[in-house]
Nanobody, 125 residues
Framework: EVQLQASGGGLVQTGGSLRLSCVAS????????IGWFRQAPGKEREGVSC????????YYADSVKGRFTISSDFAKNTVYLQMNNLKPEDTAVYYC??????????????????RGQGTLVTVSS
């Protein structure tokens, strides 16, 4: 059974930083694309970032490039999302997701094989 446990959300002011963590079980890191998507109230899902299963390649949505960094710790089966220079438009519930059959360049297609519960990120102006 695949389980994804996300944490690290919270309230932060514009320009601040947060680091999200996702601990995965039931999957073997390096076999799948794993990453994050978000959903804000009244808005569509957005594939934020993922790290691929080949060579550690990464994907970032244009909206977060240069501000967010994804990383993974194979030993801990954990993927992180470091979010810097946060903006009010980053406010959303952030979900960890994994997809065995995903080419990472298509992470923007927001239907993922497995997802965890979300963690709320609120950026105040």
């Amino acid at each position: 059974e695949v389980q994804l446990q996300a944490s690290g959300g919270g309230l932060v002011q514009t320009g601040g930083s947060l680091r999200l963590s996702c601990v995965a079980s039931g999957v073997t890191f390096g076999d799948y694309a794993i990453g994050w998507f978000r959903q804000a109230p009244g808005k569509e899902r957005e594939g934020v970032s993922c790290v691929g299963n080949v060579g550690g390649t990464t994907y970032y949505a244009d909206s977060v490039k240069g501000r967010f960094t994804i990383s993974s710790d194979f030993a801990k089966n954990t993927v992180y999302l470091q979010m810097n220079n946060l903006k009010p438009e980053d406010t959303a519930v952030y979900y960890c997701a994994v997809d065995p059959n995903r080419v990472i360049s298509t992470w923007y297609v927001t239907s993922y094989e497995f997802r965890g519960q979300g963690t709320l990120v609120t950026v105040s102006s």
